[in-house]
């Protein structure tokens, strides 16, 4: 069984900056795509960032400029750092991992982010 924890959400005001961690644990033999999602409350569920096995990223337009995400393959996490937050970056941030030998993706149990105006 995989299991994937967040961690690094909270409160923070406009134009602060937070870093979420997600760790996999469990019988992995390797992690290919990672990635960060949110969901507002009344709003779906959206990609924020992704990360690729081989290090490709892409964003999210309305976070590309302000958020990076990275990994840490020899420790099985990946990391978003968030700069220059805004009020409608406000959201449960849950991580999502594509894990060999899976034939399903997984997630974590999601981190509250909030921002004040």
């Known amino acids: 069984q995989v299991q994937l924890v967040e961690s690094g959400g909270g409160l923070v005001q406009a134009g602060g900056s937070l870093r979420l961690s997600c760790a996999a644990s469990g019988l992995i033999f390797s992690i290919n795509n990672m990635g960060w999602y949110r969901q507002a409350p009344g709003k779906q569920r959206e990609l924020v960032a992704a990360?690729?096995?081989?290090?490709?990223?892409n964003y999210a337009d309305s976070v590309k400029g302000r958020f990076t995400i990275s990994r840490d393959n020899a420790k099985n996490t990946v990391y978003l750092q968030m700069n220059s937050l805004k009020p409608e970056d406000t959201a449960v941030y849950y991580c999502?991992?594509?894990?060999?030998?899976?034939?399903?993706?997984?997630w974590g149990q999601g981190t509250q982010v909030t921002v004040s105006s």
């Open positions: 999502n991992a594509d894990i060999t030998p899976y034939v399903r993706d997984y």
């Open positions: 990360i690729t096995g081989g290090g490709g990223t």
